[in-house]
């Protein structure tokens, strides 16, 4: 299945093997659906991964799909960026060369965040790729199942521990670190920088952020894993 989906307000092409979608995504939209009904109120997922493994493009599948389904509730992407402390902080606190870690987080503001999901009128902030900073309030939070993803969202520390409760179910991509140095690389190229710069910026940043995320994450309800040619399997 080929289709354009809008990410980040970018056009991008996004291509699932029609029987991946059949054995993997439908199913798992089943799931989201039955699960959201039997609780009677929104449901919140956590995707979470590394860098690198197609997060925001799975998730804008996944509404696209449902999408073509009336019988599936809608499903919305609601990402961990606009969480990021800002810029100002980040300065003052010696953070801003390690943007993207965890201690780079405002985790209390995603946790308060979290839990007025189930209130009327919630609103979600976005990371602006202009001002590389949080635009709050951006995203009007309006369909039944949402879909939260990020890098850090099972990560085991006592502070991020502590966001699992106020989550109903769980996804956990895997990948190996040499496939994601490989679109980690690219992606850099791609922004503009130099072979060289790109791997520089992975070995100071994305690497120990990828490895850092699969060694130390809680174990998900569902575990996928990111194919060599791309794709996801269910591992």
Not at 49 to 69: H, N, R
Not at 84 to 108: C, D, I, M, R, S
Not at 181 to 206: C, M, N, P, S, V
Request: proline share 6%; hydrophobic share 40%; net charge negative.
């Amino acid at each position: 299945m080929n289709t354009t989906l809008i990410i980040n307000g970018l056009e991008t092409q996004a291509c699932f093997k029609d029987d991946e979608v059949e054995s993997l995504h439908k199913p798992l939209l089943a799931l989201f659906a039955e699960k959201q009904k039997a609780l009677g109120r929104r449901l919140v997922v956590f995707l979470a991964a590394p860098p690198g493994t197609g997060k925001s493009t799975l998730v804008s599948f996944w509404e696209y799909l449902s999408s073509l389904d009336e019988t599936l509730p809608a499903i919305q992407a609601l990402p961990m960026d606009g969480f990021h402390h800002y810029n100002e902080y980040l300065l003052a606190n010696n953070l801003k060369q390690h943007k993207g870690a965890p201690q780079t987080f405002n985790v209390q503001k995603l946790t308060n965040a979290l839990r007025s999901l189930q209130t009327p009128g919630s609103y979600w902030p976005q990371y602006d790729r202009n001002l590389h900073d949080p635009v709050e309030n951006a995203i009007a939070v309006e369909a039944p199942i949402v879909v939260v993803e990020g890098n850090w969202l099972l990560l085991n520390q006592p502070e991020w521990q502590a966001l699992r409760s106020l989550c109903d179910y769980s996804i956990f991509i895997s990948a190996s670190p040499e496939q994601l140095f490989e679109r980690l690389i690219g992606r850099k190229i791609r922004g503009g920088l130099t072979r060289d710069q790109a791997e520089e910026f992975f070995h100071a940043t994305d690497g120990p952020n990828v490895l850092c995320v699969l060694n130390h994450s809680q174990s998900a309800d569902v575990q996928l894993r990111m194919c060599e040619q791309g794709g996801y399997s269910l591992c």
